[in-house]
């Protein structure tokens, strides 16, 4: 009967102090990776604001090429004080 408790209780011991921590450890940082990366909805919705961005950008670059063209001091009667 004492041989078969420590069969036992040795096993449960080792398992509670050396695999139980890291097997709980391990599953926690599997749904903190999991939660911290984008859903395929946010990863679009990200594509579509980066491409709207960078066509915004263009235009930006357009219009302010049309400006320089048309009126050349523009940009110092815009910019504050400070950053002539």
């Given amino acids: 009967m ?3 408790v420590v069969a036992i209780f040795v096993p449960a011991i080792v398992f509670l102090v ?3 921590p890291f ?3 391990m599953h ?10 984008l859903s395929e909805d946010e ?3 990200l594509e579509t604001l980066s491409i709207r961005a ?7 670059e357009t219009l302010e090429a049309i400006l320089d063209a ?3 001091e523009w940009r110092k ?5 400070e950053v002539r």
């Fill in 18 to 20: 050396i695999v139980a």
């Fill in 43 to 45: 990863r679009t919705e």
């Fill in 77 to 81: 009667r815009t910019q504050p004080e």
């Fill in 2 to 4: 004492d041989s078969m």
């Fill in 54 to 60: 960078e066509r915004m950008a263009e235009r930006i």
């Fill in 23 to 25: 097997w709980i450890f």
């Fill in 28 to 37: 926690y940082r599997s749904k903190q990776r999991a939660q911290s990366s």
């Fill in 70 to 72: 048309e009126t050349p």
